[in-house]
């Protein structure tokens, strides 16, 4: 009995050790600590990241919005659509948003469409106010 609490024990740590693992610092050709580090794109970092983003959409596409947060960082926008779809939005340049959040802006930004399960279905990109 004892051999199998600590057998259990043993795997609960393992689980433990992979849940609170850091998010990865590329993906692809994507800096992710570049990303992640342009908050709003108030730094235009993320516009030279643009061309890699773009190379690794097939591999954000179907994986769920609480991964890609932890990927890409926490959206600069996040909205909530008709059943129970959800969109992050992540500027690429400087704008607006940068001195008011709440601000209409006319900045390129990338946005990503959940569907209902929480899956990414569908990346745009917009240069003109949501």
Known sequence: ???LISRYLMF???LGFAACSSPPDKL????????R????GCNDVRAGLEKDFKTIEPQLK?????????L??????????ERNQKFYVYFLSKGEQCDDIKAKSNAPKVI???NAVGLLSEITYQSRPL
């Open 112 to 114: 990503l469409k959940f």
């Open 1 to 3: 009995m004892n051999k």
């Open 28 to 35: 692809g050709s994507l800096d992710l600590v570049k990303w």
């Open 37 to 40: 580090g342009d908050r709003g």
């Open 12 to 14: 609960a740590m393992l």
């Open 72 to 81: 890409l960082g926490r959206p600069d926008i996040h909205q909530l659509g």
């Open 62 to 70: 179907g994986k769920f919005a609480d991964d890609i947060g932890d």
